[in-house]
């Protein structure tokens, strides 16, 4: 689409700092905790921001990123028929 803001980003960007960026409150509220978690995670740096001026937000691509990354596999066995 021509005249997108997305199109004015230099290709050299990190994918992960592409699409849509999410306020600490957004973030909050899509991984269901307080807003004091995402604020956690950005100033432990275990989660990508980018700096909007003074303000902070998180690109949804490293939010989704953290939450993969968070993610734990069932374990599944086979169980025995009962004799």
Same mark, same amino acid.
């Given at each position: 689409?021509?005249?997108?803001p997305a199109?004015a980003l230099p /290709? /050299?960007?990190p994918e992960? *700092?592409r #699409?849509?960026l999410l306020t600490a409150q957004e =973030?909050?509220e !899509?991984?269901? +905790?307080?807003?004091?978690?995402?604020r956690?995670? %950005? &100033?432990? !740096?275990r989660?990508?921001?980018?700096? @909007?001026g003074?303000? @902070?937000r %998180?690109? &949804?691509? =490293?939010? &989704?990123?953290? %939450?993969? *990354? #968070?993610? @734990?596999?069932?374990i599944t +066995? !086979?169980r025995r028929k009962? =004799?």
């Amino acid at each position: 689409m021509k005249g997108h803001p997305a199109d004015a980003l230099p /290709s /050299s960007l990190p994918e992960c *700092a592409r #699409g849509r960026l999410l306020t600490a409150q957004e =973030a909050a509220e !899509r991984l269901n +905790t307080s807003v004091r978690f995402p604020r956690r995670l %950005i &100033e432990e !740096r275990r989660i990508a921001f980018v700096h @909007v001026g003074r303000n @902070v937000r %998180i690109p &949804e691509a =490293a939010l &989704e990123a953290f %939450i993969a *990354a #968070g993610l @734990v596999e069932p374990i599944t +066995t !086979r169980r025995r028929k009962a =004799a």
